[in-house]
């Protein structure tokens, strides 16, 4: 067997399991997981969002869940009565049933545009100021979302935005099951495979930037900014294009959250969450792409495994319930976080690149061993 | 006198400039010149402003008065990311290799503004003939070598921006004599093939034997001016700065 059959063999393989997951899950588990796989991959393609911002262009981003906001807010005030008020009598009331081809487009572009609105004041910080910057950034789209009621009631402050109508694609709602022969596509199942192809294509686009020129120009300037501008990389415009395109992603997971949960309220978009999603990232290997995956996965599955281990568990040991499963969580990451910094600073699942950086007296000990054997 | 200053236009021409740099005036009006083909040194103590010259003169601080002339062009209307395309190429201080990138990836960066494919690849066989040690890492990533070939790396990565003017900030700065050594036959080499040079040193003397002429920096004025040879022999400089 050569190595395109092999190649093609994983992919056609890696299919199969992707379309058979939900099965899966949803017989051995049950719904409320299929319902986690399904938030899973949207934190997929946040923590991909992110890594754009932060593992390539090196660029600490503690705001990063506001991108999400603009997204979900684009698609719930397009796809909801929210504005009908406003709107009645004025013949744009057609807007609020704007189709999932133009809304998610215009929620990457507007996320993007923000990304750039919170990248280019901030242009010369780095690190921690940076962070400080976003992190700030990030609360006042929070509070704006929470007050944006006068004069004109745009938002529903903190009561948040109801009846979301769900994606509609050619007439068809993806509320409604579907019945293909013998089998039934419930909603999770629609919305699964639909999130599916938008991580595939996030992971896509992914991928090809990190490759290209302005990949490699994003790496540049987080090793060394003076030495990325002296090879005549223009480090505003490649730091605001890393802006840009990590808020897109946000905004695209940002509107399908929307759709999908069918409510939104600017609790959903509290720093923690930015923190989460920077956890994913930091967790699975910064910058690697499958790492991060896999980081977006393990924490969307911790509270999931939590309540389904602890309370059984102090049932069984105890007979009583001391600790609340939610409560542990933050433990459980903190311990996790720790342990990652001290035993694998590069994260669960880092490119090559990123190990060999940080083992870097590692790797040299055996070739100073094979150096004393070659003499001996 | 083995130097005298050519008389045709300049390459780069420096007329009064002033350079602040974090609330400080670190540069307090200087004038030279670099000619076409020349190597020029830039000497003086630590703090004398010689570091803060050459991020004027390669775009990363912008002068607070003064004119900086390269090839008959005002920089002050030069982007600092255009700099590279036009030939104006510096080493920083410290080299900045991009450490997760290897020491290929690194050469092929220093050509980022440059599309012209089939001359690059020309370039690169060039480069690695002028640091063998370098092709025989190229796979390494910068980050994992000694501080020499570090420094290597940071010259041939210059080397593949074709530059007309090279400006070299402290090449000898943290390596070993023997090395030292290495790294300035290196650019002897640079300087045959007519690249020209403004080499910034702390080492005087070595870079004063490297070049033709030379300019000595005092808390941010030139004091003198002089061909090498004649610097060399200066007995104000021998005592200040050469050690003797």
């Known amino acids: 067997m050569n190595a395109s059959t092999a190649r093609h063999l994983k992919t056609l393989s890696l299919i199969v399991v992707l379309t058979l997951l939900p099965f899966v899950i949803q017989l051995a588990l049950g719904n409320a997981w299929l319902r986690t796989l399904d938030t899973a991959m949207l934190y997929i393609m946040l923590a991909l969002g992110l890594n754009i911002v932060i593992g390539y262009a090196g660029l600490l981003d503690l705001g990063y869940i506001a991108f999400y906001a603009v997204g979900a807010y684009t698609y719930a005030l397009l796809n909801s009565p929210q504005l009908l008020p406003l709107l009645t009598g004025t013949g744009y009331e057609g807007l609020l049933h704007t189709p999932i081809w133009i809304v998610l487009p215009l929620a990457a572009m507007l996320a993007a545009v923000f990304g750039v609105l919170l990248g280019a004041p901030t242009l010369k910080l780095r690190g921690d100021y940076l962070a400080i910057v976003t992190l700030g950034f990030g609360e006042i789209i929070r509070l704006l979302l929470r007050n944006l009621t006068r004069p004109l009631n745009i938002t529903n402050g903190p009561i948040g935005i109801n009846q979301i109508a769900p994606v509609e694609i050619a007439g068809h709602s993806m509320s409604k099951p579907i019945q293909l022969g013998g089998l039934q596509f419930t909603s999770l199942y629609q919305y699964y495979y639909l999130f599916l192809v938008l991580v595939l294509l996030v992971i896509l686009v992914s991928s090809r930037l990190q490759h290209s020129r302005l990949g490699r120009a994003w790496i540049a300037i987080r090793e060394d900014e003076v030495a990325a501008q002296s090879m005549g990389i223009n480090t505003r415009n490649v730091k605001l294009l890393a802006f840009a395109m990590g808020a897109s992603f946000g905004g695209i997971s940002g509107a399908m959250f929307a759709s999908y949960q069918g409510f939104v309220s600017p609790e959903s978009f509290i720093l923690m969450e930015s923190v989460m999603i920077l956890a994913m990232v930091v967790l699975g290997g910064m910058g690697h792409i499958p790492g991060v995956i896999l980081g977006a996965i393990l924490i969307c599955l911790t509270p999931e495994v939590l309540r389904d281990v602890v309370n059984p568990l102090q049932d069984q040991l105890l007979g009583e319930r001391i600790v609340a499963p939610d409560d542990l969580r933050m433990l459980v990451f903190a311990i996790a976080l720790i342990l990652v910094m001290l035993l694998r600073p590069e994260g669960l699942w880092p490119s090559r690149r990123r190990t060999s950086e940080l083992h870097e007296e590692d790797e040299a000990k055996p070739s100073v061993k094979t150096k004393v054997a070659s003499h001996e | ?244």
């Open chain 2, 1 to 244: 006198m083995t130097a005298e200053v050519p008389t045709s236009t300049p390459l780069l021409a420096v007329t009064n400039l002033q350079v602040s740099y974090g609330g400080i005036q670190a540069v307090k009006g200087i004038n030279f010149e670099v000619h076409a083909g020349e190597v020029v040194a830039l000497i003086g103590a630590n703090g004398a402003g010689k570091s803060s010259t050459l991020k004027a003169l390669s775009g990363l601080l912008r002068p607070s008065s003064g004119q900086i002339q390269y090839n008959g062009e005002d920089t002050a209307g030069i982007p600092t990311h255009g700099f590279a395309a036009r030939g104006l190429v510096m080493v920083p201080e410290g080299r900045g290799v991009f450490s997760r990138f290897t020491v290929h990836e690194n050469l092929l960066m220093g050509a980022y503004c440059r599309d012209d494919k089939p001359a690059i690849h020309q370039d690169l066989d060039k480069v690695y003939e002028l640091f063998p040690r370098l092709k025989e890492r190229y796979q390494q990533l910068a980050g994992t070598l000694s501080g020499g070939e570090q420094q290597m790396v940071a010259i041939a990565r210059a080397m593949m921006a074709r530059p007309r003017l090279l400006l070299l900030d402290e090449p000898s700065m943290g390596l070993a004599p023997l090395i030292v050594q290495k790294i300035f036959e290196i650019i002897h080499k640079i300087a045959n093939d007519g690249v020209t040079l403004l080499l910034v040193e702390q080492n005087a003397k070595l870079a004063l034997k490297s070049a033709q002429r030379g300019y000595v920096m005092e808390s941010g004025r030139i004091t003198c001016a002089d061909s090498a040879h004649a610097l060399l022999n200066n007995p104000e400089v021998q005592r200040a700065y050469l050690g003797e």
